[in-house]
């Protein structure tokens, strides 16, 4: 099939799952977030922790990658990664961030705008320690962002440490480890009809959180 300029154009959905109200929703968005989430969850969205994570480096210059949300409280939303990695490094100049939630199965999305900080290094090793062997030996070899020859590098170095550790605690790198963005900003997007969608904001101000309705 040839892909044609025409057929990119005439791409759209016309959403009619639900709406969403100033009085549906509840006055915290962690709480509102836990719902929408438990709502995920129950319809078996593929990775419902699926989100994009953006950042910018010191001149602003904006990047975006998929990362996983691997935890939520009322200080914000947690995720693990390579210190030294791109994001990683943007993070350290720039400790500003925004994440996007997409479920198009229940036709929400949800945007979050906050500082984002390191986790203490006890979660982090709790965290490191409940993952996979496998994910564990991948954190310590591969020098994320950074360009290498080729596969076999990695792949032989995984055999190497799967040796190495046989049997054995592995201590958790210091170049990983978690970051939690503590949110200002979060929005909540329900599709509508005719691209009259429905946004909720919550806005931070003086620990209060302010609700607002912005147009589509």
Same mark, same amino acid.
């Given at each position: 099939?040839?892909?044609?300029?025409?057929?990119?154009?005439?791409?759209?959905?016309?959403?009619?799952?639900?709406?969403?109200?100033?009085?549906?929703?509840?006055?915290?968005?962690?709480?509102?977030?836990?719902?929408?989430?438990?709502?995920?969850?129950?319809?078996?969205?593929?990775?419902? &922790?699926?989100?994009?994570?953006? #950042?910018?480096?010191?001149? @602003?210059?904006?990047?975006?990658?998929?990362?996983?949300?691997? $935890?939520?409280?009322?200080?914000?939303?947690s995720f693990y990664t390579n210190y030294l990695s791109q994001k990683g490094k943007e993070i350290k100049k720039n400790p500003l961030a925004c994440l996007v939630f997409f479920w198009g199965e229940l036709e929400r999305q949800i945007r979050i705008e906050g500082k984002i900080e390191k986790l203490d290094k006890e979660t982090s090793e709790q965290?490191?320690?409940?993952?996979?062997?496998?994910?564990?030996?991948?954190?310590?070899?591969?020098?994320?962002?950074?360009?290498?020859?080729?596969?076999?590098?990695?792949? &032989?170095?995984?055999?190497?440490? #799967?040796?190495?550790?046989? @049997?054995?605690?592995?201590?958790?790198?210091?170049?990983?480890? $978690?970051?939690?963005?503590?949110?200002?900003?979060?929005?909540?997007?329900?599709?509508?009809?005719?691209?009259?969608?429905?946004?909720?904001?919550?806005?931070?101000?003086?620990?209060?959180?302010?609700?607002?309705?912005?147009?589509?």
């Amino acid at each position: 099939m040839e892909l044609t300029k025409e057929m990119i154009q005439n791409l759209r959905q016309d959403y009619k799952a639900a709406e969403l109200s100033e009085k549906d929703v509840v006055k915290n968005p962690i709480d509102q977030f836990e719902k929408w989430f438990a709502d995920a969850m129950k319809v078996q969205i593929f990775e419902p &922790n699926v989100m994009t994570l953006a #950042t910018a480096d010191k001149s @602003g210059r904006p990047n975006a990658r998929i990362v996983l949300l691997k $935890g939520f409280d009322k200080e914000g939303f947690s995720f693990y990664t390579n210190y030294l990695s791109q994001k990683g490094k943007e993070i350290k100049k720039n400790p500003l961030a925004c994440l996007v939630f997409f479920w198009g199965e229940l036709e929400r999305q949800i945007r979050i705008e906050g500082k984002i900080e390191k986790l203490d290094k006890e979660t982090s090793e709790q965290y490191f320690h409940s993952r996979p062997v496998g994910s564990q030996i991948g954190a310590i070899v591969s020098p994320q962002s950074q360009v290498i020859s080729d596969r076999a590098v990695l792949e &032989n170095k995984v055999e190497e440490l #799967t040796k190495q550790y046989e @049997g054995k605690t592995i201590p958790k790198p210091a170049h990983w480890g $978690g970051y939690i963005v503590k949110p200002t900003i979060i929005e909540f997007w329900q599709g509508r009809s005719n691209r009259l969608h429905d946004r909720i904001k919550y806005t931070l101000i003086n620990g209060n959180w302010k609700i607002e309705r912005l147009a589509p």
